[in-house]
């Protein structure tokens, strides 16, 4: 026994429109989104905890891992004796390569209050190449004693690539984006043709 379809009642009704929603054509794209250079929302790596005249500082770094280019250095600094934080003190962070020559002078960068951390100080420091790099963090608080100076050593990677530098990547993505549509566009007219006879 056959089953008869309904008569539309509507002259529209029993056009039917097929739609598709292929999830092939995501998969480059997922592709070209995976490629993009992350953002800097970055908690940062702990590099030393260190106790000196009655304080608690704690040294962050940040991108993790550490690249060329600009990297941050954020100091929490703490009373030892209570854990509050000590919200007024002076950071400098000298950057130096583990060639330097004493004859040089060696890059600084002072801290400032970080507006995204509170009770914290950052310092931006710029490490021009990949490489090991030495960092002394130096911390002053008013009526402590003299400063108290944290070496680190930080091995920078390669930078990100910028995004001018994905464009071959990108742009040999094309094609093969294009052949997944000329075969979409292929198998839909197939079946037009098929629904049609």
Avoid: C
Wanted: glycine share 8%.
């Amino acid at each position: 026994m056959g089953v008869l379809d309904h008569l539309p009642a509507d002259a529209d009704a029993g056009d039917v429109v097929a739609v598709n929603r292929s999830p092939r054509i995501l998969i480059p794209i997922l592709a070209l989104l995976a490629m993009v250079r992350p953002g800097a929302a970055d908690t940062g790596q702990v590099r030393d905890v260190v106790t000196a005249n009655g304080l608690h500082i704690v040294v962050f770094t940040a991108p993790t891992p550490v690249r060329a280019g600009e990297v941050e250095v954020v100091t929490l600094v703490t009373e030892e004796s209570t854990g509050r934080p000590v919200d007024s003190y002076a950071l400098d962070v000298e950057v130096r390569s583990p060639l330097w020559n004493p004859t040089v002078p060696s890059m600084l960068s002072m801290g400032s209050p970080d507006p995204g951390t509170r009770f914290a100080y950052k310092s931006v420091v710029l490490l021009p190449d990949p490489g090991t790099w030495e960092l002394v963090v130096e911390i002053r608080v008013p009526d402590r004693g003299g400063p108290v100076r944290i070496p680190l050593s930080v091995v920078a990677g390669a930078p990100h690539p910028m995004w001018w530098q994905m464009l071959p990547v990108l742009l040999g993505a094309i094609p093969f984006l294009g052949l997944i549509l000329a075969r979409d566009s292929l198998l839909k007219r197939a079946r037009k043709g098929d629904s049609a006879l």
